[in-house]
């Protein structure tokens, strides 16, 4: 790696957000230094008050990474805020502590950002850290934004989104979009950012080269398909729900919204009664879809007022943001294909 103070020489800031990740850490920084890649670069680690030996490794055995800690836990949203407002580089790559990097990751992002002229959101394949197997590159979202993974491996391809587990922008962009918003504490926070972006009329684009492993899951815990059965868990599954909505109730430009919105909110309701209903289990309504709905009314006056600046800012038609959208309930597909997730 070639590294430089000076702000103007440096092309990318590896920005990774940490917390207990001392089983994945050094995979990880070892794959940004193990990089081909011919440019100064710098790596920026935020410890989110960790508990385990995460800030020992990271001043130990990598000195040359710039390690910001925080005496209290912040959350993932404002741990890359963080890392973001330091960042030297010309262009951000946001990487998750239990990702590795494929070796020519940084060049495959960079000549593409430079060849192909690109100011917008990019992202890689992303392949099963357990398996091996291509998990998605990209993916398209459903009417209720639930994610429906991209697996054409034949093309660079606009997309719905990119995860946000290995996530390229410039600096810039990242700053017009105003980052990640900061009481989504995580999941989706990357949906909303590439929504933004795509609202603003910046491409949001897969790459068909290199990738990412990713230990899906180990955070939060569930997420993933084993054994032919989908597994998630409480507090996944409340965290998505309720930021899946705030996405859709900031972003979904109108008319459609004025459909999809009273549509996803009984949808909603009902799938949480019957899920209670079918898994005999209370606390399914009352901590995933009770608390989503209660927290949505709780704060419908903020969201209004958030919507109504996002939407200001909008470049693009309605027809040009559901592009890459389909209108198939991915849940329908899902449940009929794994049945009812388990959860834990």
Request: net charge positive; hydrophobic share 40%; charged share 20%.
């Amino acid at each position: 790696m070639k590294t430089d103070d000076k702000p103007g020489n440096v092309v990318c800031s590896v920005c990774i957000a940490n917390y207990n990740g001392s089983y994945f850490l050094e995979a990880c920084l070892d794959s940004v230094f193990q990089q081909d890649f011919s440019f100064n670069y710098e790596i920026i680690v935020h410890d989110d008050a960790s508990t385990d030996n995460s800030i020992d490794i990271v001043a130990e055995k990598y000195p040359a990474v710039r390690l910001l800690m925080s005496p209290t836990n912040v959350g993932f949203c404002v741990s890359n805020n963080r890392m973001a407002a330091v960042a030297k580089g010309k262009y951000i790559l946001l990487l998750n502590n239990d990702a590795v990097l494929h070796r020519n990751a940084l060049s495959a992002f960079y000549n593409y950002t430079v060849t192909a002229n690109t100011y917008g959101i990019v992202g890689l394949p992303q392949y099963s850290m357990e398996t091996g197997e291509l998990l998605d590159m990209g993916s398209f979202l459903d009417p209720f934004l639930n994610s429906i993974p991209n697996k054409n491996r034949t093309t660079d391809l606009n997309v719905g989104m990119v995860i946000g587990a290995c996530m390229w922008l410039p600096k810039k962009l990242w700053d017009e979009l105003g980052g990640f918003p900061e009481w989504f504490g995580s999941l989706s926070e990357d949906k909303y950012l590439c929504c933004r972006a795509r609202l603003r009329g910046y491409p949001v684009v897969s790459l068909s080269q290199s990738g990412f492993d990713h230990w899906v899951g180990k955070s939060f815990g569930g997420g993933k398909v084993t054994g032919r059965k989908m597994h998630t868990t409480y507090r996944r599954r409340a965290l998505s729900e309720l930021n899946r909505s705030y996405v859709m109730m900031l972003c979904y430009p109108s008319p459609l919204a004025q459909v999809l919105l009273p549509l996803h909110l009984l949808v909603l309701t009902l799938e949480g009664w019957l899920l209670s209903i079918l898994k005999q289990d209370g606390r399914i309504w009352r901590d995933i879809y009770r608390h989503g709905l209660k927290a949505l009314w709780r704060h419908r006056k903020q969201l209004i007022c958030r919507r109504r600046e996002i939407q200001g800012e909008r470049r693009v038609s309605t027809t040009s943001f559901f592009a890459v959208h389909t209108f198939w309930p991915h849940k329908l597909t899902m449940l009929i294909k794994f049945g009812l997730p388990t959860l834990q």
